[in-house]
């Protein structure tokens, strides 16, 4: 039997915390996390999950022909000992510290943190070298996870699934989910042989291929658990089983995944990146709610970010070749629209004023060319600034293109193997060098300040892969390398006050938790003009706070009135962004576009502030959609109902919306929409329509 240390409520959760001997004859200490009031078994054939997986170089390796497979169980873990527990409650905030050791003199914490308006937790492990020699990690977990299904005896035999955020250019936040059988996460009959998947990204774009996510449903009992973890470069989720429970862990990608290693020297300490972490007594849906509300919960927003300003971006007007003349037009459009936020994107800097330049691979010396802007860029802002709206320009600080003076600058720049890491017409500046600080302060820095502009969008094109020379390991100096980036991101924010600043990596390629608390908002996607773009939008309500997600309306003059509404709509599932050649809509365009504008500024505070329930009946193609989605956003008395048709839709839906009434809504004419007897129905739809329904309690 496992021994109870401790039990704490936190808000509608439960963690217990225990101690026992595993089967193979160590101690070890775990916690179990579930939804508060819910029975639990009394017998369960499963060793505790460990607070904390580490492997440190010298120690044995896992057993259960691990190797290269995973590092968890590692000899450092068999080591650990228990050595208390200590809780620290302010205002609004409960620490629970674990405390470990091993005779060696190395100590490890393990805290959870949770806020009072919170629905997930904050978990992250510490260590510290006090023994007698240096030491060097080569895995350390942010969180685990253990004992999952609590709910049932033996295996829990087709009722548990696993979920994935799958996520690739333009199509980011795919969700994939398997029954556990089918990844062989079962126990063998011994049992012996450890199953297991770890998955996770290489590199410094933390969300290329997989969203730092991973969830676990047990569909019979309806629970959820689930984490999310903030490191913004290289990372690994890991499910692993050997006996009846299945135990999740994540953190910084270890030496086989992500080629890391930490050294630490007598007295050190080292912090694993923090990991988000809720149960539920619900679905995956309920679950990102959970994690993502806590996300938002602790996000730095100016006060004017309350209000969700409108955006407009001129890079689908001018695809890379703005101009001042052209500009100015766009701002004499857009600021009667309802626009308050005017942002010039790429090609500022090109060399040439021809449009068909390379503006691509001009970047990294940050010079405007003053032919396309021949008042300077100042006498431009200053024209923005009259019309009422604040002024942001695109950047691309981390990199450089082939074309740049930059690009030859090695000295300057990260290298591998004795030479520059070069990705296509791309290299990176060495955020780790104090001369590359003062290089971005003097062209970044400088040109924000200089020329009076209030917002920059930080873009970041490519990879840096598995990382650059001269730290300890190729995964250790990209970790360094990217928190290096973002403390750049705090020098913008405290050396220009006020200033806003837009995350964006190819679109959707940056979108952890530590990039989101330094940044106003995150570009969703590079869907530009895209079909898919409300089903991407819908995706990231269960990653990024909704408030934070900057989404594409593009609108061009030949654009029917059917395809503007439905790229207004899909605007509604975040930040709305407005590009397109506005200035030439016409007078029946733009009054769509005002229009939309001035219902979103309505519907603020549920899109801010709501809770999302997502249905998506779209088929497997993102491409070529079929079907439709429709996604309900709540808060307060109103509900938000966003409705995208595609390929084969019905022409009519029906809706329960019992005890609403309709305010208004944004949809074609020929749409008709109405209420009766709790049911709201849509007709005369048609493929590729968008639809907006603002709702209100009735208040008999």
Known sequence: MHEIISQYRMGDMR??????????????????????GMDMISEKCADIEPLIQIKLIGDDYPFNYSQGRSMRFSGTVTRMEYAGQHVEETDGEKRIITYLSDRRGIQYEHH????????????????????????????????????????????????????????????????????????????????????GIRFGQVGSMPNREYFPFTGIEDKKNKVCWGAQLTVGSSWQMEAYRIDDALSVSGGIADREKGHWIKNLELGECFEAPEAIVSVCAGDIDELCQRITGTIQNHLSIQPEEKELPVIFNEFCTTWGNPEDKLLRKLADTAAPMGVKYFVIDAGWYKKSTEENANWSIEHGDWKYNPSLFPQGIKKLVDYIHARGMKAG???????????????????????????????????????????????????????????????????????????????ESFGAALYESVQATQEYFRRLKNKIPGLLIENCSAGGHRLTAS???????????????????????????????????????????????????YKLSSAFLGRMCISGKIHELSEHQKNLVAHAIELYRDAVGIIR???????????????????????????????????????DCPGEYELDVPGYDLQWSLKRDDIAVSISGGKMRLRGIKAFDGIVCCMKKSLF
């Open 515 to 565: 990039f989101l608390r330094l940044s106003d908002m995150s570009s969703f996607s590079d869907a530009h003009e895209s079909l898919n773009i409300p089903l991407i939008a819908a995706n990231m309500h269960r990653m990024i706070p909704v408030c934070q997600s900057q989404i594409w309306a593009v609108i061009q003059p030949e654009f029917p009135d059917a395809l503007i509404y």
């Open 15 to 36: 963690i217990i915390y225990q101690k026992g001997k595993n089967r193979k004859g160590y101690e070890c200490v775990g916690m179990l996390l579930v939804p508060d």
């Open 609 to 647: 502030d709501g809770r999302s329930s997502i249905e998506t009946f779209a088929g497997q193609s993102y491409k070529e959609p079929k079907g439709w989605q429709i996604v309900r956003r709540t808060w307060e008395d109103k509900e938000l109902i966003i409705v995208h048709t595609f390929d």
């Open 112 to 195: 959870v943190i949770f806020g009072c308006e919170d629905q997930a937790l904050r978990v992250f492990s510490k260590i510290w070298n006090q023994s007698d020699r240096n030491i060097s990690l080569e895995m350390f977990s942010s969180f685990t996870l253990g004992g999952i299904t609590p709910f049932e005896k033996g295996v829990a035999a087709d009722t548990m699934y696993l979920y994935q955020i799958r996520s690739t250019w333009a199509n980011e936040g795919r969700v994939v989910s398997c029954p556990v059988e089918e990844y062989q996460l079962e126990p063998s009959w011994k049992p012996s042989g450890a199953n």
């Open 393 to 471: 320009i695109w950047f691309e600080p981390e990199d450089c293109g082939r074309a740049s003076e930059m690009f030859g600058r090695e000295d300057m720049l990260f290298s591998r193997d004795g030479y520059p890491i070069t990705a296509g017409n791309r290299r990176f500046l060495n955020m780790l060098k104090p001369e590359v600080w003062d290089y971005l302060d003097e062209r970044v820095l400088g040109f924000l300040k200089e020329n009076g502009f209030d917002y920059i969008k930080i873009d970041y094109n490519d990879n840096l892969g598995i990382g650059p020379e001269g730290g």
